[in-house]
């Protein structure tokens, strides 16, 4: 079974098993209620996916929702122009670990 790992900004897609491939993300994350200002980060996984096709279909959606400005078409079409970009520059820079 071939593994690969693609990074993109915070987000990280991998094939976890031979059947499952993993979109996660590194949050910034308050450690306690009691620690007061002290955060940490942490990869925290948003889906599992049957392939490949499917986790970078939830990444676009997830980079174009993430954008408040996107309130008419054509701010919605830029921002899922800029995801596109954003992805296929990072798999064409080979950001990957494999």
Do not use: P
């Not at 071939?2 to 993109?8: E, L, S």
């Not at 094939?15 to 994350?29: F, G, M």
């Not at 990869?43 to 174009?64: M, Q």
């Amino acid at each position: 079974m071939k593994t690969f790992d693609i990074k993109i900004d915070s987000f990280r897609i991998y094939r976890a098993d031979e059947y499952n491939i993993v979109l996660s993300q590194v949050r910034e994350v308050k450690k306690s209620h009691l620690a007061k200002g002290i955060n940490e980060t942490r990869e925290v996984t948003i889906g599992y996916y049957s392939n490949i096709k499917s986790a970078f279909h939830k990444l676009l959606n997830l980079e174009v929702l993430s954008q408040s400005n996107t309130n008419t078409v054509q701010k919605l079409l830029e921002a899922i122009n800029k995801a596109e970009t954003n992805i296929i520059s990072a798999l064409e820079d080979k950001r990957f670990v494999a």
